[in-house]
């Protein structure tokens, strides 16, 4: 149960400077997503995993996946669980989920509907994420209240099922928690996210916040916006950017079903279907390029998973899909979006706004002809690599796109750089 975990690099390592490595936990925040999705889920999930396979590869730290348990109240304790990496590999679920994990998923689904106290909804997250170790095939190392790693590094959701009072009291014990923002749209724009997210995050950033010894950002703009909510952190406040080698395609663990690509050239738009993603502009643009000779038959597809306030586009994208020659693929795989990056003719993202904008660099990455919009950030972009438009602009964005069609596809090849990529973030936080 307490045996020493053994990573990449650590077969050879000699005890003494074993013993020098500072102990790094980098937190997995829905264990049952993990399982469900494997090893490379996506959003933020994706990039734990990215920065627990870059932290194997440094010899000066012993990176780990951990989960948090215990209770919501001071009282009831708070645990760090120590578990396998492989337990998060794929591989070792290739049969799929196993059925108590899918009835935990069904169950989920259910209570997150069901109005609660945000105190007893939370209490259920935390019996769900007990639940999640217990069946979920996951390989425990260690446990209990002596697992105190040097660092912590919490690049997940820290504002979900009172996970900030925990790691608010782990801090105010002497860990040292290091966080990543992403964004701070649910108090700057409350608007694109449900009240019960916004209520969480506030008051989880505003926990952790004047505790965490660093704040990790993904763009100046965010870092600029953190800064003037809470100025006492400025001073612990870092911007790191993944290189375009963290963006590009990787081998796929496992293949999913075979996608016919749409007949004629495609433009594609990868991204939940919310209005920050401002699929509005999107489809007047589109309307204005199908009356463009220039793009006879040229189709949309539209990938990605339909989210909160999302009825009326989603209702429109269904009724105008034949007529205006609209794919919509709303479950989209990671093998799927990699064989319609491989086809289109460009891509499209046209958001109010981002924190960092993961598709736009996905696109790049690839060497794709990227149409963004001009409130996406773009630092460590490469110029020349993308087009911008006023996200109001929609005959901006059908000029772009016209203009993509009528080129036919192109790729540039893009100078990605070595490692995963990720190195940048990782060391922000831990150096």
């Not at 994990?101 to 106290?117: S, W």
């Not at 925990?166 to 996210?193: H, K, S, T």
């Not at 870092?238 to 963006?247: E, G, K, S």
């Not at 699929?279 to 990938?303: F, K």
């Amino acid at each position: 149960m307490n045996q020493q975990l053994v990573t990449p690099g650590d077969e050879a390592m000699p005890a003494q400077e074993e013993s020098r490595r500072r102990s790094v936990a980098i937190l997995v925040d829905d264990l049952v997503t993990w399982l469900v999705a494997g090893h490379q889920p996506s959003g933020i999930q994706r990039v734990v995993s990215e920065l627990l396979d870059t932290a194997y590869a440094r010899l000066d730290i012993r990176g780990w996946p951990a989960v948090l348990t215990g209770g919501l109240r001071a009282d009831e304790g708070t645990r760090l669980v120590e578990i396998t990496p492989d337990s998060l590999h794929w591989e070792v679920h290739r049969g799929g989920p196993r059925r108590e994990l899918r009835a935990l998923t069904r169950a989920r689904r259910v209570i997150v509907r069901l109005p609660m106290p945000r105190s007893a909804r939370w209490r259920a997250k935390a019996v769900y994420a007990r639940f999640a170790l217990s069946f979920g095939q996951v390989r425990v190392l260690s446990t209990g209240a002596s697992l105190r790693p040097d660092l912590l590094l919490v690049p997940g959701a820290f504002w979900s099922s009172g996970s900030s009072g925990r790691l608010q009291r782990l801090a105010e014990q002497g860990v040292a928690v290091r966080l990543i923002v992403y964004d701070l749209f649910p108090v700057r724009n409350p608007e694109w996210v449900g009240p019960q997210m916004r209520r969480d995050f506030e008051d989880g950033l505003d926990a952790l916040a004047p505790v965490c010894d660093r704040i990790v950002t993904l763009s100046q703009e965010v870092a600029d916006q953190v800064a003037e909510r809470y100025p006492g952190s400025a001073a612990h406040i870092r911007v790191a950017i993944p290189t375009l080698r963290a963006h590009a395609p990787k081998p796929s663990l496992a293949r999913d079903e075979v996608l016919a690509p749409p007949a004629g050239p495609f433009i594609l738009a990868v991204s939940t279907v919310d209005p920050r993603k401002n699929h509005r502009v999107i489809l007047d643009a589109w309307r204005l390029v199908r009356q463009e000779p220039r793009a006879a038959g040229a189709r949309l597809v539209i990938a990605g998973r339909q989210g909160w306030r999302a009825d009326d586009i989603e209702a429109e994208i269904a009724r105008e899909a034949e007529r205006l020659g609209i794919v919509r693929l709303d479950n989209a795989t990671d093998h799927v979006v990699e064989a319609l990056y491989r086809d289109c003719v460009a891509t499209v993202l046209a958001s109010w706004a981002e924190g960092f904008g993961l598709p736009a660099r996905e696109s790049i990455a690839r060497g794709i002809p990227t149409l963004m919009s001009s409130t996406i950030p773009r630092d460590g972009l490469p110029a020349g690599t993308y087009s911008t438009f006023d996200p109001a602009d929609a005959h901006a964005l059908a000029e772009l796109i016209v203009e993509a069609i009528a080129a036919g596809p192109v790729r540039t090849p893009i100078a990605l750089g070595e490692g995963t990529g990720w190195e940048p973030v990782l060391s922000a936080l831990v150096d």
